[in-house]
Nanobody, 125 residues
Framework: QGQLVESGGGSVQAVGSLRLSCAASGYTYSGYCMGWFRQAPGKGREGVAG???????TYADSVKGRFTISKDNAKHTLYLKMNSLKPEDTAMYYCAAARTGLYCSAGSIQYFVARGQGTQVTVSS
């Protein structure tokens, strides 16, 4: 069984940036969709970004153009670079993975069973 461990969250002012990391030990990237979802207090989960095994990326409309998902296969690490942060981006961010082949939509990420413990992102105005 693999393990997903997020890091890099914190508090930042609006229009600032953060980079989240997810150490994905025990996972191979072949055939896996990996991504990030978030959950704000009192709200449901929202898929943020996904990256397929072939490197294809997808994003939620709410973060498109501001967030960038990437992965380093050699380091088995997934990243989420977040620019131009807004207060509405405040949430707990989770990385998740599933063996879905090439299907990897951002909207599917929040349904993956394999996920980390989360890292908190707080954006103040």
């Amino acid at each position: 069984q693999g393990q997903l461990v997020e890091s890099g969250g914190g508090s930042v002012q609006a229009v600032g940036s953060l980079r989240l990391s997810c150490a994905a030990s025990g996972y191979t990237y072949s055939g896996y969709c990996m991504g990030w979802f978030r959950q704000a207090p009192g709200k449901g989960r929202e898929g943020v970004a996904g990256i397929a095994t072939d490197g294809t990326t997808t994003y939620a409309d709410s973060v498109k153009g501001r967030f960038t998902i990437s992965k380093d296969n050699a380091k088995h690490t997934l990243y989420l670079k977040m620019n131009s942060l807004k207060p509405e981006d405040t949430a707990m961010y989770y990385c998740a993975a599933a063996r879905t082949g090439l299907y990897c939509s951002a909207g599917s990420i929040q349904y993956f069973v394999a996920r980390g413990q989360g890292t908190q992102v707080t954006v103040s105005s």
